[in-house]
């Protein structure tokens, strides 16, 4: 990894109830790259993600964000140093129209992405902007959860699983939207089962297996490993 840390954990042990999820998760994530967990179903993905946002709170190890260790923070603390966390579930409010769900979130630091740059960056949601949460597609939700997270001034974008059951084409429009976003300078932690998609974008993957990482590769490494990857997605 060439670019400075800004996400760093180490050590990571978490459990849900009495049962241990993460066991010893290690990963590194540069200012302003893209960097996926890959893995197969419970491997420990999102939960690795939920802890890094706080939302975790039975847990040992550090994670250390532009230097500081935000582990024992609570969720509120985390995002208003500058993480924002897109669930699988998407947390779109039905009653809500576009626009007051992505009015939402509050800004907790400068360099936040306007309304009018979101919808530009988002033309189907801009066409809906009046719509209510329930009018929207599957698609067009996702769409809007990454959306409303980028005017709060947050630096490090933690997606979890954006493409899950989405069309082709809405896959290829979140990936160009993924792109543009690391051009403008943001970091991506993204959780992702479709493997062709991350490959695309990413700068690093973990493969993640039993609560750790059992193996690393880069952009570069992909080509010449396309078979190990396979064996450790299959189901």
Partial sequence: MNAAPSLKV?????????????HGMGLEVGRGEVVTLLGRNGAGKTTTLRS???????????????????????????????????????????SLTVEENLLLPPVIAEGGMSVDDIYALFPNIAERRTSQGTKLSGGEQQMLAIARILRTGATLLLLDEPTEGLAPVIVQQIGAVIRKLKERGFTVLLVEQNFRFAAKLADRHYVVEHGHVIDTLSASDVAANLERIQNYLKV
């Fill in 10 to 22: 180490a050590d990571l042990n978490a459990w849900y109830g009495e049962s241990q999820a993460l």
């Fill in 52 to 94: 890094i946002m706080g939302l975790l709170r039975r847990k040992t190890g550090t994670i250390r964000f532009e230097g500081e260790d935000i582990a024992g923070r609570l969720p509120e603390a985390i995002a208003r140093r500058g993480i924002a966390y897109c669930p699988e579930e998407r947390g779109i409010f039905a």
